[in-house]
């Protein structure tokens, strides 16, 4: 089992910043991927960014986010810890934000469907 716990999650201005924090915990070592998925009102679950913990460390983001987000990994490799940096954030960025981790390879790492634990969430709202 893994446990997954967001942080960060909270109310801004459109322009503005947030970070995003997730710690797993637990039977971490064979987790390959974590990735940030987020559900607004009324709209299906959309990978945001993901982020291959071996190797590479290799970073996949949905074309909404390019060049607003960056996913990155604790310089500690072994903590299993991603952050998500949210910079000119807009208003339909809104949604409830997910963690997630995947066990084994997948191709498609923004495909929530790939992944097999969840963090609870954490609640991002940008104002107009």
């Known amino acids: 089992q893994v446990q997954l716990m967001e942080s960060g999650g909270g109310s801004v201005q459109a322009g503005g910043s947030l970070r995003l924090s997730c710690a797993a915990s637990g039977n971490t070592a064979s987790t390959f991927f974590m990735g940030w998925f987020r559900q607004g009102p009324g709209k299906e679950r959309e990978g945001v960014a993901a982020i291959y913990l071996a190797g590479s460390g290799a970073e996949f983001y949905a074309d909404s986010v390019k060049g607003r987000f960056t996913i990155s990994q604790d310089s500690a490799k072994s903590a299993k810890k991603v952050y998500l940096q949210m910079n000119s954030l807009k208003p339909e960025d809104t949604a409830m934000y997910y963690c997630?981790?995947?066990?084994?390879?997948?191709?498609?790492?923004?495909?929530?469907?790939?992944?097999?634990?969840w963090g609870q969430g954490t609640q991002v709202t940008v104002s107009s």
């Open positions: 997630a981790a995947a066990l084994g390879w997948t191709a498609s790492p923004l495909v929530g469907s790939q992944y097999n634990y």
